[in-house]
C-alpha cells in the first residue's frame, strides 16, 4: 500500500532557512494535492519579570500571560502571511499557499506534535541548520527531537546554500 499525503503540517520559526523549507512544504503540497497547515509555536510566557510577578496574584498574572500570548499569535498570523506571499512572489512555481496558519503557545516539539496529531496530519516538514556531513551534528535540537518523537514522517529540509 503506498501512503497517501493529504495533509501537511509545515513548523516554522521564521529563521533564515525557513523559505527553502516552506518552498518544499508548497512543492509537496502541490505534487500531492494536499492540505498545508502551517505551525508557529511561540514558547510560553515565564517567570522573567519577578518584580512584576511580584505585585500580580496568579489570576492576574496568568491573564497577563495570556494576554500576551494572544497578542503575538494574531502578530505572528500576520508576519506568517505575508512570509507566505512573499515566497510566492520569490519563487512563482510555488503556487500552493497555506490553507490553514496556526499559531500556538508552549513548548515547541509537543506544541508541533500535538497540533499534527489534532488535525490529522500525515507529514511534517520543517528547516533546520548544518549541512552534509554535520547535520546530525548540529541540526537543530527542535528539528532532531520532532524526528525522534514524531509517531508520523518528518521531512527536515537542511539549511540551503547561498
Known sequence: MIPEIKKI??????SENS???????????RKHDALLLIVN???????????????????EWNELKQKISSEAA????KHLSAFCSDVKAEIPECTHVADEIIVVTG????????TAAEHQCD???MGT??????????????????LR?????VFVIPKADG
Do not use: C
Open 9 to 14: 503540517l509545515y513548523a516554522t520559526d521564521l
Open 19 to 29: 523559505r527553502a523549507s516552506l518552498a518544499w512544504a508548497m512543492a509537496l503540497a
Open 41 to 59: 509555536v511561540i514558547e510560553e510566557v515565564g517567570s522573567s519579570s519577578p518584580s512584576l510577578q511580584f505585585y500580580l496574584t496568579e489570576p
Open 74 to 77: 494574531e502578530i505572528m498570523k
Open 107 to 114: 513548548n515547541p516539539v509537543e506544541k508541533i506534535i500535538a
Open 123 to 125: 507529514i511534517i516538514v
Open 129 to 146: 541548520i548544518g549541512a552534509g556531513y554535520l547535520v546530525g551534528a548540529i541540526m537543530g535540537s527542535t528539528a532532531r527531537r520532532v
Open 149 to 153: 518523537r514524531s509517531r508520523i514522517p
